[in-house]
Protein backbone atom coordinates (compact mmCIF):
# COMPACT_ATOMS: atom_id res chain seq x y z
CA UNK A 1 0.00 0.00 0.00
CA UNK A 2 3.16 2.48 0.25
CA UNK A 3 4.44 1.55 -2.90
CA UNK A 4 0.77 2.66 -4.38
CA UNK A 5 0.76 5.56 -2.03
CA UNK A 6 4.42 6.88 -3.03
CA UNK A 7 3.56 6.11 -7.09
CA UNK A 8 0.57 8.14 -6.86
CA UNK A 9 2.49 11.27 -5.18
CA UNK A 10 5.35 10.81 -7.74
CA UNK A 11 3.07 10.57 -10.48
CA UNK A 12 0.82 13.46 -9.15
CA UNK A 13 4.15 15.58 -9.01
CA UNK A 14 5.49 14.57 -11.86
CA UNK A 15 2.04 15.91 -13.78
CA UNK A 16 2.22 19.03 -11.84
CA UNK A 17 5.65 19.81 -12.75
CA UNK A 18 4.88 19.04 -16.57
CA UNK A 19 1.69 21.05 -16.50
CA UNK A 20 4.12 24.17 -15.01
CA UNK A 21 6.49 23.79 -18.00
CA UNK A 22 3.79 23.67 -20.21
CA UNK A 23 2.75 27.00 -19.01
CA UNK A 24 5.82 28.33 -19.23
CA UNK A 25 6.62 27.78 -22.40
CA UNK A 26 3.30 28.72 -23.51
CA UNK A 27 3.55 31.96 -22.06
CA UNK A 28 7.15 32.11 -23.38
CA UNK A 29 6.24 32.25 -26.53
CA UNK A 30 3.25 34.76 -26.54
CA UNK A 31 5.88 37.29 -25.09
CA UNK A 32 8.48 36.08 -27.65
CA UNK A 33 7.21 34.51 -30.64
CA UNK A 34 9.95 32.32 -32.86
CA UNK A 35 11.46 34.39 -35.57
CA UNK A 36 9.72 33.32 -39.13
CA UNK A 37 12.61 31.26 -40.64
CA UNK A 38 10.92 28.98 -41.81
CA UNK A 39 11.13 26.11 -39.22
CA UNK A 40 7.43 27.17 -38.22
CA UNK A 41 6.19 27.88 -42.18
CA UNK A 42 3.21 25.66 -41.20
CA UNK A 43 2.37 27.88 -38.62
CA UNK A 44 -0.67 30.62 -38.57
CA UNK A 45 0.34 33.87 -39.88
CA UNK A 46 -0.44 37.06 -38.40
CA UNK A 47 -0.74 40.58 -40.15
CA UNK A 48 1.24 43.36 -39.16
CA UNK A 49 -1.16 47.04 -38.84
CA UNK A 50 -0.15 48.69 -41.71
CA UNK A 51 2.81 51.26 -41.68
CA UNK A 52 1.94 55.45 -41.78
CA UNK A 53 1.29 55.47 -45.80
CA UNK A 54 0.69 52.28 -46.26
CA UNK A 55 -2.46 50.98 -48.66
CA UNK A 56 -5.73 50.71 -46.45
CA UNK A 57 -7.73 47.86 -47.33
CA UNK A 58 -10.62 49.49 -48.43
CA UNK A 59 -11.48 53.23 -48.83
CA UNK A 60 -14.06 54.47 -45.98
CA UNK A 61 -14.23 57.87 -48.09
CA UNK A 62 -17.81 59.16 -48.11
CA UNK A 63 -19.07 59.45 -51.56
CA UNK A 64 -18.86 63.28 -51.57
CA UNK A 65 -14.86 62.27 -50.89
CA UNK A 66 -14.74 59.94 -53.41
CA UNK A 67 -16.30 62.60 -55.63
CA UNK A 68 -14.14 65.26 -54.84
CA UNK A 69 -10.97 63.41 -55.39
CA UNK A 70 -11.79 62.33 -58.66
CA UNK A 71 -12.54 65.66 -59.64
CA UNK A 72 -9.91 67.44 -57.90
CA UNK A 73 -7.43 64.71 -59.86
CA UNK A 74 -9.22 65.27 -63.50
CA UNK A 75 -9.19 69.34 -62.47
CA UNK A 76 -5.63 68.89 -61.80
CA UNK A 77 -3.93 67.11 -64.84
CA UNK A 78 -5.96 69.18 -67.03
CA UNK A 79 -4.67 72.20 -65.39
CA UNK A 80 -0.97 70.64 -66.13
CA UNK A 81 -1.76 69.66 -69.81
CA UNK A 82 -3.02 73.11 -70.67
CA UNK A 83 -0.05 74.79 -68.56
CA UNK A 84 2.12 73.41 -71.24
CA UNK A 85 0.05 73.84 -74.08
CA UNK A 86 -0.36 77.51 -73.36
CA UNK A 87 3.78 77.75 -72.08
CA UNK A 88 4.88 76.41 -75.43
CA UNK A 89 2.24 78.70 -77.54
CA UNK A 90 0.78 81.43 -75.62
CA UNK A 91 2.12 84.90 -77.15
CA UNK A 92 1.78 87.28 -74.01
CA UNK A 93 4.63 86.60 -71.56
CA UNK A 94 2.34 86.74 -68.32
CA UNK A 95 0.63 83.86 -69.79
CA UNK A 96 3.56 81.78 -70.94
CA UNK A 97 4.71 82.50 -67.08
CA UNK A 98 0.77 81.50 -65.57
CA UNK A 99 0.94 78.33 -67.81
CA UNK A 100 4.21 77.61 -66.20
CA UNK A 101 2.85 78.20 -62.92
CA UNK A 102 -0.12 75.97 -63.24
CA UNK A 103 2.41 73.35 -64.45
CA UNK A 104 4.72 73.78 -61.65
CA UNK A 105 2.10 73.91 -58.80
CA UNK A 106 -0.70 71.62 -59.80
CA UNK A 107 2.10 68.83 -60.37
CA UNK A 108 3.03 69.05 -57.24
CA UNK A 109 -0.62 69.30 -55.86
CA UNK A 110 -1.62 66.12 -58.23
CA UNK A 111 1.53 64.35 -56.52
CA UNK A 112 0.19 64.89 -53.13
CA UNK A 113 -3.75 63.67 -53.81
CA UNK A 114 -2.12 60.59 -55.98
CA UNK A 115 -0.59 59.75 -52.59
CA UNK A 116 -3.15 60.37 -50.51
CA UNK A 117 -5.34 58.30 -53.25
CA UNK A 118 -3.35 55.09 -52.59
CA UNK A 119 -3.55 55.22 -49.42
CA UNK A 120 -6.74 55.74 -49.51
CA UNK A 121 -7.47 52.51 -52.18
CA UNK A 122 -9.10 54.86 -54.65
CA UNK A 123 -7.81 54.70 -58.00
CA UNK A 124 -7.95 58.09 -59.77
CA UNK A 125 -8.63 58.39 -63.78
CA UNK A 126 -6.26 58.75 -66.11
CA UNK A 127 -5.10 62.17 -67.80
CA UNK A 128 -6.61 63.23 -71.04
CA UNK A 129 -5.28 65.10 -74.07
CA UNK A 130 -5.79 69.00 -73.24
CA UNK A 131 -6.83 69.83 -77.00
CA UNK A 132 -5.87 72.48 -78.89
CA UNK A 133 -4.31 75.81 -78.64
CA UNK A 134 -7.54 78.59 -79.29
CA UNK A 135 -5.63 81.83 -78.16
CA UNK A 136 -4.02 83.57 -75.29
CA UNK A 137 -7.48 84.99 -74.12
CA UNK A 138 -9.56 82.06 -74.26
CA UNK A 139 -6.71 80.04 -72.29
CA UNK A 140 -7.14 83.17 -69.95
CA UNK A 141 -10.87 82.89 -69.79
CA UNK A 142 -11.12 78.97 -68.92
CA UNK A 143 -8.32 79.57 -66.47
CA UNK A 144 -10.68 82.31 -64.21
CA UNK A 145 -13.70 80.44 -65.25
CA UNK A 146 -12.17 76.47 -64.21
CA UNK A 147 -10.11 78.26 -61.32
CA UNK A 148 -13.28 79.68 -59.56
CA UNK A 149 -15.19 76.56 -59.74
CA UNK A 150 -13.01 75.02 -58.17
CA UNK A 151 -12.30 77.35 -55.42
CA UNK A 152 -15.56 76.68 -54.75
CA UNK A 153 -15.33 72.68 -54.79
CA UNK A 154 -12.38 72.83 -52.30
CA UNK A 155 -13.71 74.91 -50.30
CA UNK A 156 -16.49 72.67 -49.62
CA UNK A 157 -14.42 69.51 -49.19
CA UNK A 158 -12.30 71.63 -47.06
CA UNK A 159 -15.39 72.72 -44.85
CA UNK A 160 -17.89 69.76 -45.04
CA UNK A 161 -15.84 66.65 -46.13
CA UNK A 162 -15.51 63.61 -43.63
CA UNK A 163 -11.65 62.40 -44.20
CA UNK A 164 -9.41 64.13 -42.14
CA UNK A 165 -6.47 63.68 -44.71
CA UNK A 166 -8.84 65.13 -47.58
CA UNK A 167 -9.68 68.04 -45.58
CA UNK A 168 -6.39 69.57 -45.18
CA UNK A 169 -5.64 68.72 -48.72
CA UNK A 170 -8.56 71.04 -49.67
CA UNK A 171 -7.71 73.37 -47.60
CA UNK A 172 -4.18 73.58 -48.69
CA UNK A 173 -5.14 73.76 -51.99
CA UNK A 174 -8.21 76.14 -51.59
CA UNK A 175 -5.45 78.64 -50.66
CA UNK A 176 -3.46 77.55 -53.79
CA UNK A 177 -6.57 78.34 -56.16
CA UNK A 178 -7.42 81.31 -54.72
CA UNK A 179 -3.43 82.46 -55.74
CA UNK A 180 -4.26 81.31 -59.25
CA UNK A 181 -7.31 83.15 -59.40
CA UNK A 182 -6.02 85.92 -58.53
CA UNK A 183 -2.80 85.84 -60.64
CA UNK A 184 -5.29 84.65 -63.63
CA UNK A 185 -7.99 87.43 -63.75
CA UNK A 186 -4.96 89.70 -63.47
CA UNK A 187 -3.48 88.28 -66.05
CA UNK A 188 -6.61 87.98 -67.97
CA UNK A 189 -7.02 92.08 -67.55
CA UNK A 190 -3.80 92.40 -69.13
CA UNK A 191 -5.39 91.00 -72.50
CA UNK A 192 -7.00 93.16 -75.16
Known amino acids: MK ?12 LAVGA ?16 RTG ?14 GATKAAS ?5 DKTFMMNAA ?17 QNADVKKFGNRMVTDHSKANGELMALAKEEGVALPGAKSP ?17 QAD ?28 QHLKMAQETQGKLK
Open 151 to 178: LAEFQKEAQSGTDPDLKAFAAKGAKMVS
Open 20 to 35: LCLATTSNALNQFPPL
Open 60 to 64: KLSAA
Open 131 to 147: GKWKSDKAYMDDMVKDH
Open 3 to 14: INLITTRIAIAT
Open 39 to 52: ANADAPKSTPAPAK
Open 74 to 90: KGGMMEVDMGKVAAQNA
